[in-house]
């Protein structure tokens, strides 16, 4: 079996305390409670609209499993029209919530790798993303062979990842101990 490829859609959540721990806003702050009641509001909306999803791709022939991971365009361009707006604040919020969406999206995908991994006796031993492990034009390949256009991600021209916020990576596998 050369290779399996899946499309999913995992359930993606953030709160509003997680949002604001990973922008570095804790309770020992004196606007906290105002700035967590903001963040309620921010999170919300964007869940509202994020469609969270992955392509994978394992693929035993060349031992790499392929990833893309989008929470959609209109979860993605939160940020924008927040800082467009001049609310600052909420866009700092919604990079955040946006970014630990991406890692919730990016952790159901690598679960599903690792699944899918194990029926064919392989594992992970490394993960890639461009570009601090490989040119940005390497996202060509990845994009292709997971079919990324079916959860509505494409390659620009530049080799970035439409929606913004989308995520490529590449797996570097190894045998297991089965045979493939």
């Known amino acids: 079996m050369p290779s399996v490829r899946k499309l999913i859609r995992p359930r993606a959540a953030c709160t509003a305390e997680r949002a604001l721990m990973s922008a570095d806003v804790g309770p020992g702050n004196s606007n906290y409670e105002s700035v967590r009641q903001e963040a309620e509001a921010v999170v919300s909306r964007i869940e509202k609209v994020a469609v969270p999803a992955a392509a994978v791709t394992v693929d035993t022939d060349d031992m790499r499993a392929y990833c893309v991971v989008t929470i959609g365009g209109a979860a993605s361009s939160a940020p924008n029209l ?84 989308s995520r490529a990576f590449e797996y570097v596998l190894v045998r297991s101990g089965g045979s493939f």
């Open 82 to 165: 927040y800082f467009s707006d001049g609310a600052y604040l909420k866009g700092l919020i919604a990079e955040a919530v946006c970014g630990e969406l991406v890692k919730e999206v990016s952790d159901a995908a690598y679960a599903e790798i690792g699944s899918i991994c194990g029926e064919l006796g392989a594992q992970t031993v490394r993960r890639l993303e461009a570009p601090a492990d490989f040119p940005i034009d390497r996202n060509k390949v990845i994009v292709f062979k997971t079919a990324a256009s079916g959860i509505g991600v494409r390659l620009m021209k530049s080799f970035t990842l439409e929606p913004a916020g």
